[in-house]
């Protein structure tokens, strides 16, 4: 475990870090998911530390530190090219909105553990003696591979809604099973989750589907009726097959949502607060995967065309993955392949409509303008802005 650790890129971060509080007095453990992947065995992405000194003690014991809430005990100090979160123990205190405690107490390493959401995330190793400390029994939870939340299972969900979603993606992320009682609450209180903000919903389902099992924790949010609450859609089809292509978090979002009709496409893109970007792409995959002919019953021109879109191609490529078509896209993105480096790139950007035109309107307007200059109807930059003069004129009246 030790050398695990030691092998992180954080590690002489940390080691700093905790000699300059020893040295003052103040202790240094290493707290939560690091301590957790250490004994799992797995490198961690972040090594945390928790410590007895105050937010002003570690920014006055630090040059370069980060107040990221200084109020919740949470700085960040930058040291050896690492940026490493330093925690206060707490206790959280009263929950009263389901989602983030109204005051929070200074604490001891004990009532830390407490505040934490599952058992094996509730471990800390101790810099200064090399041993792991567990208050809550987490490491027999550990070794038995299963996933439980510290104290009243209802009570802490009831405290933040969003550990019911926690609950699925960390059975995904670890391949654990959810304690009996654990499964129960969050079946009991799924509903709940609804009050979770739409940005951390797609955060953690983005996490979940990152994993190595995400079929698991869709399986979990299936059982526990999260699926029907958030996404009831899944419901018809919850089916998870891992694709390679889907490398990016927009990416594995569009094959997730691929079953949902029509409406509930909109309402679950909705809710998922997606930058204007990433919506557009899965919308366009969508409509591929909908029906590949929305592509390939077009002209070569209009065709590739189409292939500017991130979204399209993305579909294409996931499609040929599957044997759908094979020969018309193989075709397809072959001949776009030598297109591409020969393609001009587009006279006008999104630049030059914004604040005159929103949503879809800039999109259907960018297209019309590249397919002129495709068609030589349009040959300089001067011409395109003539044209969308005249295209904004015509619009707007
Ligand atoms: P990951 O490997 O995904 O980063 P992690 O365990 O580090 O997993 P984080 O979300 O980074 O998870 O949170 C760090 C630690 O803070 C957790 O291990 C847990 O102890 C605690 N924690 C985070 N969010 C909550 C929450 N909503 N309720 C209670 N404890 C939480
Ligand atoms: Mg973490």
Redesign the pocket.
């Known amino acids: 475990m030790q050398s695990l650790l030691q092998s992180h890129p954080h590690w002489p971060a940390v080691e700093s870090i905790y000699h300059r509080l020893q040295a003052h007095g103040y202790m240094a453990f290493l707290?939560?998911?690091?301590v957790?992947?250490a004994l799992l065995g797995v490198q961690?992405?972040?090594l945390?530390l928790a410590t007895n000194a105050t937010p002003e003690k570690v920014e006055s014991l630090f040059s370069k530190t980060v107040n990221v809430g200084k109020s919740f005990g949470v700085m960040r100090v930058l040291v050896e090219g690492a940026d490493i979160e330093v925690a206060t123990f707490r206790n959280d205190g009263t929950y009263s909105d389901g989602r983030r405690p109204e005051n929070v107490v200074f604490s001891s390493p004990q009532e830390d553990a407490q505040?934490?959401?599952?058992t094996v995330?509730?471990l800390f190793y101790d810099l200064a003696t090399a041993q792991v400390l567990d208050y809550v029994e987490g490491q027999k939870d550990l070794k038995a591979r299963v996933l439980r939340t510290v104290g009243d299972a209802e009570r802490r969900f009831e405290e933040?809604h969003?550990?019911l979603l926690?609950a699925a993606r960390f059975s995904a992320?670890l391949n654990f099973e959810l304690e009996p009682v654990s499964f129960a609450a969050v079946k009991k209180m799924a509903e709940k989750v609804k009050s979770v903000s739409g940005e951390r919903i797609r955060e953690e389902m983005t996490?979940l589907l990152k994993t190595e099992h995400a079929d698991h924790g869709l399986q979990v949010m299936k059982d526990s009726g999260l699926m029907k609450v958030l996404f009831p859609f899944r419901l018809r089809k919850n089916d998870w097959v891992k694709n390679s292509l889907a490398t990016e978090a927009w990416q594995r979002l569009a094959m997730f949502v691929r079953s949902a009709q029509g409406t509930e496409l909109v309402v679950v893109l909705d809710m998922l607060k997606l930058s204007t970007r990433d919506r557009r792409a899965i919308e366009d995959a969508w409509k591929v995967w909908q029906d590949p002919q929305t592509v390939l019953k077009n002209s070569l021109g209009k065709q590739l065309q189409m292939l500017a879109k991130e979204g399209v191609v993305f579909a294409l490529r996931i499609l040929l993955s599957e044997a759908v078509e094979k020969t018309a896209i193989e075709f397809l993105l072959a001949e776009w392949k030598s297109w591409q480096e020969v393609l001009p790139r587009p006279f006008l950007n999104g630049e030059d409509v914004k604040g005159r035109l929103t949503g879809p309107a800039i999109g259907v307007c960018l297209d019309k303008a590249f397919e002129q200059q495709l068609e030589r109807q349009l040959q300089s930059r001067d011409e395109a802005l003539l044209w969308l003069k005249k295209y904004l004129e015509r619009e707007s009246s």
């Open positions: 707290a939560g998911g690091c957790r992947d961690a992405h972040d945390d505040r934490r959401d599952f995330n509730a933040d969003l550990r926690r992320q996490k």
